[in-house]
């Protein structure tokens, strides 16, 4: 089955909004009340995440419409943790990783092993907001 480019975005968006409401859930339990100075999930979002992995058909079609949504996740926890400072989003995901013995963020995406990569996205998400 040939993933719509609408399938798509819906899948990134649906990651984006989990990490963002576990990103408020935090702040909120933190401080006792939600900041919400930037909400990440739009369709606009999506395009850019879209873009900035270039994943091909194929890729897609191995990682599936959920491996999707964590990537989804994964960008947003990403977005968060640097501040909404793009260069440094981007950055994020090409530096080397010493947790990847050397490898990118990027590059585990697109090999389809999404997971770890947003298990830490997920971890420097939750130690950023304590």
């Not at 409401?21 to 979002?45: E, L, M």
Request: aromatic content about 4%; hydrophobic content about 40%; some cysteine.
């Amino acid at each position: 089955m040939k993933t719509t480019h609408s399938q798509l975005v819906g899948a990134l968006i649906k990651g984006m909004r989990r990490a963002e409401s576990a990103r408020v859930a935090s702040i909120a339990y933190r401080t006792g009340g939600a900041d919400q100075t930037h909400v990440c999930g739009t369709p606009d979002d999506a395009s850019k995440v879209i873009e900035m992995f270039k994943l091909d058909a194929d890729q897609v079609r191995q990682i599936g419409l959920v491996g999707v949504e964590e990537l989804g996740e994964a960008v947003c926890h990403a977005w968060s943790i640097n501040a909404g400072q793009l260069d440094r989003v981007v950055q994020w995901f090409t530096a080397p990783r010493v947790e990847f013995v050397g490898k990118h963020c990027s590059e585990l995406i697109r090999a389809g092993r999404i997971g770890p990569v947003l298990t830490m996205a997920r971890e420097h998400a939750l130690l950023r907001h304590r």
